[in-house]
Each structure stands twice: as structure tokens, then as C-alpha cells.
T-cell receptor, first 109, second 114 residues
Framework: RKEVEQDPGPFNVPEGATVAFNCTYS??????FFWYRQDCRKEPKLLMS???SGNEDGRFTAQLNRASQYISLLIRDSKLSDSATYLC??????????FGQGTTLQVKP | DAMVIQNPRYQVTQFGKPVTLSCSQT?????MYWYQQKSSQAPKLLFH???????NEADTPDNFQSRRPNTSFCFLDIRSPGLGDAAMYLC?????????????FGPGTRLLVL
């Protein structure tokens, strides 16, 4: 079983739609949680950190449920430019990043 | 204003011919990492340097080596590339080790093995 699991998708949604991605992690000792965005053939870039209290950055909302070992990302009012792969990432106390496989989002006009 | 620079962006090598990928950083970060990312897969950590201390992941093949001659530069050496080593190789840096540290990624080098 992979330490970080994501539905690879692809998720195909129209512009303006709301879409949610989920991620589960198996190591209860995981310390920090992030969503990264990766465009085709580019490097991953940090989208946002994820906190138990939930956090929002514009159209993006991230949520962490430590009891269920579950992380989510909600994108509201999808734009064409949101098309990318979204990587769920957890860290151990050493700072090592453990990446999920990624969920691909395609926003259509 | 690139902070983590990787050269070359694309590298073609022959089966079994040694190849070196380069990474440099302008952030003066203590930690430098090398990841391998194959198509449609997650980035996988190969090793990292904390200053001059080398830390190899347990499942990184011996075929992969690294050098860090100074704070700014780190190299990935693939001694005898196989077809299965074709991938994107990502370099990243962080100021320090620890779960609160942000890692900054370079643009990657895409390696093709013929």
C-alpha cells in the first residue's frame, strides 16, 4: 500500500465548476501536509499548506482530518488555468516529503 | 531570478554511458535533494545532502551517486544508465531539515536513455 494515496483521475470539469480532491495517508506519524501543483513537464510548486483548522486561499480550500488521516482540496469557480496535476504531500519529522501520485484536473471551456 | 537552476533541461544519453546532471542554488540553503519522477508517478527521493553530509534513501540503486562540492552546487551521477532510468530528475533545496521547512524545486532535467 502506498503511503499517500490519491485518485489519479483525470477529473474533467467545465469552467466555473467546483471540484474536490481527496487524499489519504497511512503513517499516523506524518507531521505536515501540503498540496503541490505540477504543470505538464514542469516542477512541482507549493500550492498551500494544510492545517487541521482548514485554510483558504482565494478559490482554494484545504482541510485535514488527522483522525481519519484524510486531506482534501476544494477548488471553486474552476479556471482553465487550474488544469494541472495536484500532488498531495505529507512530511515526516525529518522533513522528508512523501508525494502522492497526483490527481489530474482538466478544466474545459 | 531563478533560485534553483538545473542544467541541462533535457539530456539524451546512451544505454550504459555515464551521465551527470547539475543543480545550483542561489538561496544559500543547507539542504539539497534529488528526486526521480517517472511518467505519471510521484516524485521519489533518491538522496539529500545536509551541508556536506550525504543521506542515501535505502532503496536508491548504487547506480546513482551524488556530489556536493560546495553549498551552491550538487550533482547527480548515473554511472550506467539503463532504459528504466529515463525520467525527470528534480533538484530541490530547503533552508534546513525538518517538517516545517519548505522545499524549493528546480525546473528539472528530463533524461532520455537510448
Amino acid at each position: 500500500r502506498k503511503e499517500v494515496e490519491q485518485d489519479p483521475g483525470p477529473f474533467n470539469v467545465p469552467e466555473g465548476a467546483t471540484v474536490a480532491f481527496n487524499c489519504t495517508y497511512s503513517n499516523s506519524a506524518s507531521q505536515s501536509f501540503f498540496w503541490y501543483r505540477q504543470d505538464c513537464r514542469k516542477e512541482p510548486k507549493l500550492l498551500m499548506s494544510v492545517y487541521s483548522s482548514g485554510n483558504e486561499d482565494g478559490r482554494f480550500t484545504a482541510q485535514l482530518n488527522r483522525a481519519s488521516q484524510y486531506i482534501s482540496l476544494l477548488i471553486r469557480d474552476s479556471k482553465l488555468s487550474d488544469s494541472a496535476t495536484y500532488l498531495c504531500v505529507v512530511t515526516r519529522n525529518t522533513g522528508k516529503l512523501i508525494f502522492g501520485q497526483g490527481t489530474t484536473l482538466q478544466v474545459k471551456p | 531570478d531563478a533560485m534553483v537552476i538545473q542544467n541541462p533541461r533535457y539530456q539524451v544519453t546512451q544505454f550504459g554511458k555515464p551521465v551527470t546532471l547539475s543543480c545550483s542554488q542561489t538561496l544559500n540553503h543547507n539542504v539539497m535533494y534529488w528526486y526521480q519522477q517517472k511518467s505519471s508517478q510521484a516524485p521519489k527521493l533518491l538522496f539529500h545532502y545536509y551541508d556536506k553530509d550525504f543521506n542515501n534513501e535505502a532503496d536508491t540503486p548504487d547506480n546513482f551517486q551524488s556530489r556536493r562540492p560546495n553549498t551552491s552546487f550538487c550533482f547527480l551521477d548515473i554511472r550506467s544508465p539503463g532504459l528504466g532510468d529515463a525520467a525527470m530528475y528534480l533538484c530541490a533545496t530547503s533552508r534546513d531539515l525538518g517538517q516545517a521547512e519548505t522545499q524549493y524545486f528546480g525546473p528539472g532535467t528530463r533524461l532520455l536513455v537510448l
